[in-house]
């Protein structure tokens, strides 16, 4: 008996073209060293349109393999190889919260666009595109902010208002054309509709991972290293992104931290399994070190050894695919689409 990596080596051979296995940039090694694609959100949403293999394994989490099953062709199947891999804040917006929130948003008389980050369930981003709304990512939020604010009176972002704000400064809003909804119940939140004027609404959510990085970490290691250069994902507090020299997505961090110059220091504020693989590709020319200690647990719920499970399900034919309930379908896609179709024009 060979070991798993040799095992789903094996396995991958024998399913040969009729399998692609895909992964997010914040897998552990031990399974991203079997992903034929990797990427950021946006390029792997690109990538799975271009797949011809009738299987798709998604290592990453749950929101990621719905987002490709809506942009599968016919007859194509994603499969999750742990399926209770949930990112923590795709759960922060229930999608009966969000109807609610903006009916009553709409219902006071202004046109309000919601603009949903990709981190969200498949209903949520259903609820959007009902409400003529599109998805972002990281890579690609100013373009689409952008896009929104064109759109109507107001936009609501949702989940991460950390994003929001991010990209809403980069656009050059400030902090009085922003508010942080009050989500409660219509009787309890202290927001009325009819007072709200800002152009960005934001849902009060933010990623606990990212949560964890601060200007002080940032503060003492520019003490530490007086010359490094500090990059931070944008689901870091805003304070956070403005005391780094540079924020950008997943992707965006890996070419930063490619091109830094001989004998440098690159500080990267986002999940570790990224900063770690990182460190080991540029060691020798460069030193590229974490921010602090940041894990996404969810992410790491796929395991080598679930991901040979999945290989060997699908070999059997028992494998369960990732599906999409026929009622949100259509409207989720739209938001997808628009998004792709807003970048396609963008040039972005
Ligand atoms: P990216 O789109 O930048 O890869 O980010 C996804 C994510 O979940 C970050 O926490
Ligand atoms: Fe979700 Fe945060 Fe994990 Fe990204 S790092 S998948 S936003 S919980």
Same mark, same amino acid.
């Given at each position: 008996?060979?070991?798993?990596?040799?095992?789903?080596?094996?396995?991958?051979?024998?399913?040969?073209?009729?399998?692609?296995?895909?992964?997010?940039?914040?897998?552990?090694?031990?399974?991203?060293?079997?992903?034929?694609?990797?990427?950021?959100?946006?390029?792997?949403?690109?990538?799975?349109?271009?797949?011809?293999?009738?299987?798709?394994?998604?290592?990453?989490?749950?929101?990621?393999?719905? +987002?490709? $099953?809506?942009? @599968?062709?016919? !007859?194509?199947?994603?499969?999750?190889?742990? %399926?209770? &891999? =949930?990112?923590?804040?795709?759960?922060?917006?229930?999608?009966?919260?969000?109807?609610?929130?903006?009916?009553?948003?709409?219902?006071?008389?202004?046109?309000?666009?919601?603009?949903?980050?990709?981190?969200? +369930?498949? $209903?949520?981003? @259903?609820?959007? !595109?009902?409400?003529?709304?599109?998805?972002? %990512?990281? &890579? =690609?939020?100013?373009?689409?902010?952008?896009?929104?604010?064109?759109?109507?009176?107001?936009?609501?972002?949702?989940?991460?208002?950390?994003?929001?704000?991010?990209?809403?400064?980069?656009?050059?809003?400030?902090?009085?054309?922003?508010?942080?909804?009050?989500?409660?119940?219509?009787?309890?939140?202290?927001?009325?509709?009819?007072?709200?004027?800002?152009?960005?609404?934001?849902?009060?959510?933010?990623?606990?991972?990212?949560?964890?990085?601060?200007?002080?970490?940032?503060?003492?290691?520019?003490?530490?290293?007086?010359?490094?250069?500090?990059?931070?994902?944008?689901?870091?507090?805003?304070?956070?992104?403005?005391?780094?020299?540079?924020?950008?997505?997943?992707?965006?961090?890996?070419?930063?931290?490619?091109?830094?110059?001989?004998?440098?220091?690159?500080?990267?504020?986002?999940?570790?399994?990224?900063?770690?693989?990182?460190?080991?590709?540029?060691?020798?020319?460069?030193?590229?070190?974490?921010?602090?200690?940041?894990?996404?647990?969810?992410?790491?719920?796929?395991?080598?050894?679930?991901?040979?499970?999945?290989?060997?399900?699908?070999?059997?034919?028992?494998?369960?695919?990732?599906?999409?309930?026929?009622?949100?379908?259509?409207?989720?896609?739209?938001?997808?689409?628009?998004?792709?179709?807003?970048?396609?024009?963008?040039?972005?």
């Amino acid at each position: 008996m060979g070991t798993t990596a040799e095992t789903i080596a094996a396995l991958k051979k024998t399913l040969g073209d009729s399998l692609c296995v895909v992964g997010h940039h914040y897998q552990q090694e031990s399974v991203i060293t079997h992903c034929d694609i990797t990427g950021d959100s946006l390029e792997l949403a690109r990538k799975v349109a271009d797949i011809t293999a009738p299987h798709i394994v998604f290592c990453g989490v749950y929101f990621m393999a719905e +987002s490709a $099953a809506l942009l @599968a062709r016919p !007859g194509q199947q994603i499969y999750l190889p742990e %399926t209770a &891999a =949930n990112c923590v804040m795709s759960q922060m917006t229930p999608a009966t919260r969000v109807n609610e929130v903006l009916e009553r948003l709409n219902a006071a008389g202004r046109n309000v666009v919601p603009l949903a980050y990709v981190n969200t +369930s498949l $209903a949520v981003k @259903a609820v959007v !595109g009902r409400f003529g709304g599109a998805v972002c %990512t990281s &890579a =690609n939020a100013r373009t689409m902010l952008r896009w929104a604010l064109e759109q109507g009176d107001s936009v609501l972002f949702l989940p991460d208002k950390n994003l929001g704000r991010n990209t809403a400064r980069e656009l050059g809003l400030d902090a009085s054309q922003w508010r942080i909804l009050d989500i409660r119940r219509k009787s309890d939140a202290a927001d009325a509709p009819e007072d709200i004027r800002e152009r960005l609404l934001l849902w009060p959510g933010c990623c606990a991972i990212h949560a964890k990085f601060t200007p002080e970490q940032i503060r003492a290691m520019r003490e530490a290293h007086p010359d490094c250069l500090v990059a931070v994902h944008p689901e870091c507090s805003p304070e956070v992104v403005q005391a780094a020299d540079a924020a950008g997505s997943t992707a965006f961090l890996i070419k930063y931290a490619a091109q830094a110059p001989q004998d440098s220091t690159v500080v990267i504020g986002t999940e570790t399994n990224l900063v770690e693989r990182l460190r080991a590709r540029h060691a020798g020319h460069h030193t590229v070190a974490r921010l602090h200690r940041a894990y996404c647990s969810h992410m790491a719920k796929v395991t080598e050894d679930k991901l040979l499970t999945t290989l060997q399900h699908i070999r059997a034919g028992i494998a369960q695919p990732v599906s999409i309930p026929s009622a949100h379908r259509a409207p989720a896609r739209a938001s997808l689409e628009r998004m792709l179709e807003a970048c396609r024009k963008a040039g972005v």
